[in-house]
């Protein structure tokens, strides 16, 4: 089977040493480290924080999406959760610009990549594992024991497997769905170039929105828990 046309195998050594979907995930990197900077000038830049620009700007939608991670957090963990939204909007941003990057023909999503999402899977299990250890002490390994002493060493043996296996779900999740949409649009492109891959592309933009919405969601949830008093 002929593989399918990428921008990527345009690169010259030794730069496509770099596996496909991890160049992208640093290109998608950059890209949100841009915007961030840009976000950033653009506050600092202006006469009045608390009015927004005129029409579309990189402010205007970078405001956007902070209210809706901001709106997001508040909803599950309420107020306190504020100071985590540096991490649900990295993620959130980062799913949501490599989704549509899978868009762009010729280009290959880095979250179609088991590996890739992995790699971000981690990121949240240290991540609210750390925030539970700091906002409960050592208290926060009691959950890992239930209720009764005489069964903790099977709650312990349980409760290891349901922490582990949070990572990989959130990494199988992402990668089955995105994997999915990308075939499905390729194919599709391919047969016709008229009218249903425009209706495709519709569908791949909120499967897209959805996804990244889903691995943040899941992720402020186990924030959530961990950093509960009620364990």
């Not at 762009?104 to 609210?128: D, E, H, K, R």
């Amino acid at each position: 089977m002929e593989h399918p046309f990428t921008w990527y195998s345009l690169l010259p050594y030794p730069i496509n040493l770099v596996p496909e979907p991890n160049f992208t995930a640093i290109v998608v990197a950059l890209v949100v480290i841009g915007l961030a900077l840009a976000f950033r000038a653009a506050l600092r830049t202006s006469k009045d924080a608390a009015i927004p620009d005129e029409g579309t700007t990189v402010r205007n939608v970078m405001e956007m999406l902070v209210e809706i991670v901001v709106g997001l957090s508040d909803s599950i963990i309420g107020k306190k959760g504020r100071r985590y939204v540096p991490l649900f909007g990295t993620l959130f941003l980062f799913i949501l610009i490599g989704n549509f990057f899978g868009l762009i023909p010729g280009v290959t999503p880095p979250t179609s990549s088991f590996f890739v999402n992995l790699g971000m899977g981690l990121v949240v299990f240290i991540a609210y594992n750390y925030y539970g250890v700091r906002a409960n002490g050592a208290h926060y390994f009691k959950q890992f024991m239930g209720p009764m002493i005489l069964l903790a060493p099977l709650f312990i043996l349980i409760e290891f497997f349901s922490h582990i296996f949070r990572p990989i779900s959130l990494s199988i999740r992402l990668f089955g769905n995105m994997f999915g949409d990308h075939l499905v649009l390729e194919i599709f492109s391919n047969l016709t170039k008229l009218v249903i891959p425009v209706a495709f592309y519709i569908l791949g933009s909120l499967v897209s929105l959805i996804q990244a919405a889903v691995f943040t969601i899941l992720t402020v949830i186990y924030v959530a828990m961990a950093i509960s008093h009620e364990h």
